[in-house]
């Protein structure tokens, strides 16, 4: 082990088990970036108020901006053998710019140093995450300009419903995607507050400049309970919270097209790259990539469940219970983000099979509800046009009759409203055409949405 930042008190040393048990630098090493730029404004603002001497302060910084140059160019090798991130970049600095670096961590903690690092971290994956699912509802959205005109059975309780535009579907993919997107950008918001300077929990006597570092940091504002600013974990469950959201979202897409990819659907093939074999049945095709995104998302609400349950009993302060937040908060982002990656990838790899969905609209029980409103709209009641498109239904599936099979006469049976006319309305065409209501599925209106998400993703 390195050398402890709280090592003097101690009469021995600690347990090697202990060290590994309470280290946590092989998943808060990501934070390493944050961390350096952190103690850079926190350096800065130590020089400009007078806690140490200019010089000190002068290098501090330029050992971490070396520090920090290394870690880009991929030339940092982090010790494992750190405690944590805090610890192995402090010692690391010594190494690089003596006894000085000693001053760095005056007036600050690592308990307001993780809560920092954190929210940094946070803000710039919100960046990441939005830029993926745009990528997302971009790939979406070519692909339903590229079956624009395709009509598909629509389905509620998985059973077969009313025709709409495949295209129409895809929209509400994206319209859900914005939602996610506002969800994070709403969670930025309450992100965006500066905990350095917090120090352990109660501040300090030192005359630290909080709006300093807050504005070298390109935070909102500084936050103003020193003991809720360590304590507070609200920030990353509400992001897993918009995680699992985004998953269960992308659980429902991917449950969509595997089904669609199923023979007995038959709406579309996904390219032989985006799927795998089997290892007994030659036959094989299976769209493993759209199941493990369904599968992710059980995990990510683990994630949520986790840091929940993580936080619900613990008093109000710094525990160190809290360092076990950083690997669902991990797993639920590299997850989501690779999730969103390759979905937006799949999306290119589909070919919808016109013939095969068109064979499925043959059946004219998709067009009832048309039929309802044609009589409806004849002066006929709601209940008693459902009743009589009803019977009408219930006669031919026990005659093993079409619609489109029965003559005047029979029609006239079930009431003096219907007539040849109806038989209009058994064309998927005109079924869509007819929903013109705001946010129906009519080519036009679709259309319109088109293009507001065009020009809005551009
Ligand atoms: N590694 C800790 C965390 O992730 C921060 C260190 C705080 N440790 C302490 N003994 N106060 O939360």
Not at 62 to 88: M, P, Q, R, V, W
Not at 146 to 158: A, M, V
Not at 262 to 283: K, V
Request: charged share 30%.
């Amino acid at each position: 082990m390195t050398k402890k930042l709280w090592g003097s008190r101690f009469p021995k040393k600690t347990h090697i088990l202990t060290e590994r048990f309470t280290s946590s630098i092989a998943y808060d090493q990501r934070l390493a970036r944050y961390d350096i730029l952190g103690s850079i404004a926190h350096a800065k603002m130590l020089g400009r108020q007078r806690i140490i001497k200019g010089d000190e302060a002068a290098l501090l910084v330029k050992g971490l901006n070396s520090l920090l140059t290394d870690l880009k160019a991929g030339k940092l090798k982090i010790d494992l053998k750190s405690e944590d991130i805090h610890s192995f970049i402090q010692n690391l600095l010594k190494k690089r710019i003596g006894g000085v670096a000693d001053k760095l961590h005056t007036g600050r903690s690592r308990n307001d140093q993780i809560a920092l690092d954190i929210r940094m971290y946070i803000k710039e994956e919100i960046n990441n995450l939005t830029e993926l699912l745009t990528q997302l509802q971009r790939s979406v959205l070519r692909f339903a300009i590229d079956n624009k005109g395709i009509i598909i059975p629509g389905y509620t309780h998985l059973q077969r419903a009313q025709c709409v535009l495949l295209s129409h579907l895809l929209l509400a993919y994206i319209e859900a995607l914005e939602r996610d997107k506002e969800r994070l950008q709403d969670a930025r918001e309450r992100i965006d507050f500066m905990p350095l300077g917090s120090c352990a929990f109660s501040g300090t006597s030192l005359p630290l400049d909080r709006g300093f570092v807050c504005r070298q940091l390109g935070f909102k504002a500084a936050t103003t309970n020193s003991i809720d600013s360590v304590a507070d974990r609200d920030f990353i469950i509400e992001v897993v919270a918009d995680l699992a959201i985004i998953s269960v979202h992308l659980s429902r897409i991917a449950e969509d097209l595997i089904l669609w990819s199923t023979q007995e659907f038959n709406f579309i093939d996904i390219d032989f790259s985006f799927c795998t074999g089997s290892s007994i049945m030659p036959h094989k095709k299976n769209p493993d990539v759209l199941e493990l995104i369904r599968g992710l998302s059980g995990r990510i609400q683990g994630d949520l469940s986790s840091l929940l349950v993580l936080l619900k009993g613990l008093p109000t302060s710094y525990n160190r219970d809290l360092q076990l937040d950083k690997p669902p908060l991990f797993d639920a982002l590299d997850n989501v983000k690779e999730s969103l990656e390759i979905l937006a990838e799949l999306f290119e790899n589909i070919v919808v099979k016109k013939e095969a969905i068109a064979s499925h609209l043959k059946d004219e029980s998709l067009f009832t509800v048309d039929i309802v409103e044609y009589l409806i709209k004849k002066g006929v009641s709601y209940r008693q046009a459902h009743d009589i498109v009803g019977r009408m239904v219930k006669d031919c599936l026990d005659k093993g009759k079409r619609i489109s099979e029965l003559s005047v006469g029979e029609l006239k049976r079930f009431s003096p409203f219907l007539d040849l006319e109806i038989k209009h309305f058994l064309d998927p065409g005109v079924s869509v055409e007819l929903k013109r209501s705001l946010g129906g599925t009519s080519p036009q209106l679709v259309a319109g949405r088109i293009d507001y998400w065009r020009r809005r993703l551009k």
